[in-house]
């Protein structure tokens, strides 16, 4: 069956770095375009970034524009989100989206930035 497990979220401190990953399986992953999302609590989802399926292109919110790093392996089925410069704001349940033929999503993982 399809799966998209994220992991690689934690608590970290201002200015510190986190990198999540997003292991799929199940689907035709390199069909796909893959998108990280993040939720805060009382907030609505929020697309953060976003790489096409052969990885050529790459979105940002603007938010995390040259903080945030977004890439992905085709022959390892994952897409990964480098976390830079973190911020008290980028605290969120970070989710893993596959949106393509059908849409996909992992669980999500927590990232905390707190002192």
């Known amino acids: 069956q399809v799966q998209l497990v994220e992991s690689g979220g934690g608590l970290v401190q201002p200015g510190g770095s986190l990198r999540l990953s997003c292991a799929a399986s199940?689907?035709?992953?390199?069909?796909?375009?893959m998108r990280w999302y993040r939720q805060a609590l009382g907030k609505e989802r929020e697309l953060v970034a976003s790489i096409s399926s052969a990885g050529g292109s790459t979105g940002y919110v603007n938010s995390v524009k040259g903080r945030f790093t977004v890439s992905r392996d085709n022959a390892k089925n994952t897409v990964y989100l480098q976390m830079n410069s973190l911020k008290p704001d980028d605290t969120a349940v970070y989710y893993c989206?596959?949106?393509?033929?059908?849409?996909?999503w992992g669980q999500g993982t927590q990232v905390t930035v707190s002192s």
């Open positions: 989206n596959a949106f393509g033929q059908y849409n996909y």
């Open positions: 199940g689907f035709t992953f390199s069909s796909y375009t």
